[in-house]
């Protein structure tokens, strides 16, 4: 049965070896093995996965995996109460234009109200916390500007606030397709200087030594060139940053080979108190954003990577961000952090005939003093030369 899996992880292009396989087939005789899916997963990624950047790759292989096995048995029997969203109201444009947008101060007013009041379940309605409905509190239907609670964004993305905890993917750094440009664009961003110890041919001095020895052979020994440019990379993750994954992991892949110093970190939508390395722990393991400007000094380049795609209260309210309460304002941080690097880029990978139509779009470049580029060939151009005054 795990042949298959097997074959499968190595066809996403995670080296597993024959032992690594035959090693994980011994423990599951063992008493360590596992009693449920998720003991089986962890066990699996421990056994066969050795680099934490292919743990995406591992997750939709071992998703698919369990897909084709529950697909074989039947399917999980899921009850139907558990499937909440029972319909959608579908709405015309002129009803979804009457909609009223409460503001910050009175949308939050309003939910503590409907909290304390609703005693029951409620679908498709226009006031308390439902689904499928027009109110501004719940998810599955539709509402200029409301708090999304307990479920999948209906695709309209108009939500400033989300009440759930959500989980998302690092980048993946190993993506070979598509890199080529972005490396020829990146490579503006390089200044050499000769490190480390002596190992490389001096060529000219080899000629020129042994000349002087008349004959003799005279080897000259040089430290090799490396790029010396220091990157620290910030990335948007996770919800309209979905529809642009392909081409992050193209741009971080690129970076990840062009630049001999580069650190990466992730935020969503604006970065706040807080940011974090790993996706899969951004709930337990976060790192302070005073930590990084001590860390970091101004001579690190610093690329920002977003859609800059969100409700303008997250910019300039506190309290706004979508997932928790930020003391300060996503506009303080972001000014707070370009005062510190002074050599900085926002790269969105929007096209930039839409960013007219985005208040915070508009909002970001003006923070970021028009430093905001698309990510073509032209912009991440402009980008480096930028950077590399």
Same mark, same amino acid.
């Given at each position: 049965?795990?042949? %298959?899996? @097997?074959?499968?992880? &190595? ?26 899916t998720?003991? @089986? ?5 421990? #056994?066969?996965?050795?680099?934490? *950047? ?9 998703? #698919?995996f369990?897909?084709?096995l529950? #697909? ?14 029972? @319909? ?32 029951? &379940?409620? #679908? ?21 500007e ?42 503006r961003?390089? &200044? ?9 041919l ?25 790029? *010396?440019?220091?990157v ?10 979905? %529809? ?26 604006c ?12 709930h337990?393991?976060?790192?302070? *954003? ?10 690190? &380049? ?26 300060? *304002? ?60």
């Amino acid at each position: 049965m795990l042949t %298959d899996f @097997f074959l499968q992880l &190595r066809a996403a292009g995670i080296p597993v070896s024959i032992r690594e396989y035959l090693s994980l087939l011994e423990l599951l005789c063992s008493p360590a093995a596992p009693t449920s899916t998720e003991a @089986f997963y962890h066990l699996a990624r421990l #056994a066969l996965v050795k680099d934490e *950047t292919r743990y995406d790759r591992y997750d939709r292989v071992f998703a #698919a995996f369990i897909g084709q096995l529950q #697909a074989r048995a039947g399917g999980p029997d899921i009850p139907p109460d558990w499937l909440v969203q029972t @319909f959608r109201k579908q709405l015309t444009d002129e009803e979804k234009a009457a909609l009223e947008k409460h503001g910050w101060a009175r949308l939050m007013e309003m939910f503590r109200e409907r909290l304390a009041e609703q005693k029951e &379940r409620h #679908a498709g309605g226009s006031k308390w916390i439902g689904t499928g409905g027009s109110s501004p509190f719940g998810h599955g239907g539709y509402h200029p500007e409301g708090i999304r609670i307990g479920g999948p964004s209906a695709g309209n993305r108009t939500a400033i606030k989300v009440w759930e905890r959500r989980d998302y993917r690092d980048y993946d750094d190993q993506q070979v397709l598509g890199t080529r440009n972005f490396k020829m664009a990146l490579r503006r961003l390089r &200044r050499f200087a000769r490190q480390g110890a002596a190992l490389e041919l001096d060529m000219p001095g080899t000629i020129r030594g042994t000349a002087e020895q008349a004959g003799m052979l005279d080897l000259h020994w040089m430290p090799e060139r490396h790029n *010396t440019v220091k990157v620290l990379m910030l990335l948007d993750v996770g919800g309209s940053m979905d %529809d642009h994954i392909a081409r992050i992991e193209s741009l971080f892949s690129a970076a990840r080979s062009e630049f001999r110093h580069l650190e990466v970190y992730y935020f969503h939508n604006c970065p706040y108190e807080s940011v974090w390395r790993h996706n899969s722990r951004r709930h337990g393991e976060r790192i302070e *954003t005073w930590d990084l400007l001590r860390t970091y000094g101004e001579d690190w &380049r610093l690329i920002l990577v977003g859609d800059a795609s969100m409700s303008p209260y997250e910019l300039l309210y506190p309290g706004g961000s979508i997932e928790h309460h930020n003391e300060e *304002t996503g506009a303080a941080w972001l000014q707070r952090i370009l005062g510190h690097w002074p050599h900085a880029v926002w790269l969105n990978p929007e096209p930039s005939g839409s960013w007219q139509y985005r208040q915070s779009i508009a909002l970001v470049k003006e923070l970021m003093h028009d430093r905001m580029f698309g990510m073509t060939m032209d912009g991440l151009e402009q980008a480096m030369r930028l950077l590399s005054k």
